[in-house]
């Protein structure tokens, strides 16, 4: 009888295990991939250097839900997860770095995209920082509203001239649908869009900030989702991520990835303060010009701590 009762036990233990490998499967068959299937995809453990995961975030600036071959990556972030410590960091960089562009002169990083795309960005950033990474995970405007609403909107702190600026009172380049106001607001996908591209009321400094703030916000929403929710928000979201990550190695990483689940972020922006001069291009735009051996030495230091 015990044997019987184990057994019942056994399957029923392989069934659930079997259902959930199954949905796992079909949930990762949504993502958008933009890999080479002649090339394998690389063992779990070989996706870690020295017990962490860089991937370049890219932001690109499509008004549709279209992606552009020839896009600018608005918004450019290194994300490193560190197994060992279970810290996550985020690093931005500012766009308008100035590095080479093969066949061309130098130019911002954000116009890296538009010579190369999202592979010419990721080896830009290997190669200019010396730091190991190889995928990337890229989304656009609109793919950025529709997560953030699919995370049922996010909480972010206002000052008073993100306010001023995000209401139209003062000269701005983005204006939320919904009055907002100083402190605390909750912002759906439009509006949060609104607030990250937000930079001429102060600069493009800020605005990097600004990113970086709702990607932190978004991530305290999606640590507080439910079962059922998470389960509506894989299937609204994953169809809008391009990535040059293989089907194999996600699920690979998801046992890892979950072990994240508590962890705080911390957040730095490169160049670092005065650690870069300027530089004009041949039609007249300023280059930030960094000594890059004293950015090198600052970022390792920052995602190897």
């Known amino acids: 009888m015990k044997k019987k009762i184990l057994a019942v036990l056994l399957i029923g233990i392989l069934a659930v295990a079997g259902a959930g490998g199954w949905y796992v499967d079909q949930l990762l068959n949504r993502v958008d991939y933009e890999t080479d299937e002649t090339v394998p995809a690389a063992e779990p453990d070989t996706l870690w250097q020295d017990d962490v995961l860089n991937i370049l975030l890219l932001g690109t600036d499509e008004r549709s839900e279209e992606y552009d071959d020839f896009a600018r990556s608005d918004c450019i972030m290194i994300l490193s997860l560190d197994k060992g410590s279970k810290d996550i960091r985020l690093v931005s960089l500012e766009r308008g770095i100035g590095v080479p562009v093969e066949g061309r002169e130098d130019d911002w990083l954000t116009h890296v995209f538009t ?75 439009y509006d949060a869009l609104q607030y990250a591209r937000q930079r001429f009321i102060d600069s493009d400094w800020q605005r990097i900030e600004r990113q970086r703030n709702v990607m932190k916000a978004a991530y305290e929403q999606l640590k507080d989702l439910g079962v059922s929710q998470w389960n509506e928000f894989l299937t609204t979201t994953l169809p809008l991520v391009k990535t040059n990550f293989t089907k194999e190695e996600i699920a690979s990483l998801i046992p890892t990835a979950l072990t994240f689940a508590n962890s705080e972020i911390s957040q730095m922006t490169i160049p670092a303060e005065n650690t870069y001069g300027s530089r004009k291009t041949s039609d007249g735009r300023s280059l930030l010009d960094l000594d890059w051996e004293v950015n090198r030495a600052i970022l390792k230091e920052f995602l190897y701590q």
Do not use: M, W
Request: glycine share 10%; hydrophobic share 40%; with cysteine.
């Open 115 to 189: 010579y190369g795309g999202a592979e010419a960005s990721v080896k830009t950033v290997r190669e200019c920082f010396e730091i190991p990474i190889d995928r990337y995970v890229r989304v656009n405007f609109s793919a950025f509203e529709q997560i953030i609403d699919a995370l049922g909107g996010v909480d972010i702190e206002l000052t008073a001239l993100e306010v001023q600026g995000l209401n139209g009172e003062v000269y701005t380049n983005a204006i939320t649908r919904a009055t907002v106001h100083e402190g605390l607001n909750h912002l759906d996908g």
